[in-house]
């Protein structure tokens, strides 16, 4: 039943937003258009409720969780992602790259942070996700600049590859 109510209150918000500003109920809504979401979500609650809430754990529902997501996204993401559109720009005008792939250990324990860190870095330009070894959590980027060394390790140092992103990737999804 709670993975039934969490569906549907999510599909109720997402269809909220998606048709926010098309009637003239507080300016947003029309009330035939929030009836309608509401069945509209309860058939959505009815039918992936056991898709959307297979594992049970909900600590993403957590309201601190979510201020945590927001201060990352226009806090170190933004930053890390200026940065990078810079660096790939220098890059490309100077023809200075040194691609490869390279393993890290980002030592993150949920599938869940590992997802969340693996989009971070592909969201960012000059690195690319490319596999990841479910046994072990390690995974494998495709880098537009390798340092010096890098590429012998055994893993590549994080900070170098992806800076902060998985300290924040564990402390929202972890």
Not at 128 to 157: C, P, Q, T
């Amino acid at each position: 039943m709670k993975a039934f109510i969490v569906t549907t209150i999510d599909a109720y918000l997402i269809y909220l937003v998606l048709t926010a500003g098309s009637g003239n109920f507080l300016y947003f809504w029309s009330p035939a258009e929030m009836i309608m979401g509401v069945f509209l979500a309860i058939i959505v609650g009815a039918v992936s409720r056991n898709y959307l809430c297979r594992s049970r754990n909900y600590r993403m529902l957590n309201p601190v969780r979510w201020f945590k997501f927001l201060v990352y996204g226009f806090g170190p993401f933004f930053e890390a992602m200026a940065k990078a559109n810079v660096d790939v720009a220098y890059r490309v005008i100077t023809g200075k790259i040194r691609p490869g792939i390279v393993k890290i250990n980002p030592e993150l324990k949920t599938d869940f942070g590992l997802t969340f860190l693996a989009n971070s870095i592909t969201l960012t330009p000059g690195t690319l996700s490319v596999d990841v070894d479910e046994k072990r959590n390690y995974l494998f980027v495709h880098w537009i600049n390798v340092k010096k060394g890098e590429e012998k390790k055994e893993f590549a140092d994080y900070r170098y590859v992806c800076g902060t992103f998985p300290i924040w990737a564990r402390r929202i999804a972890e």
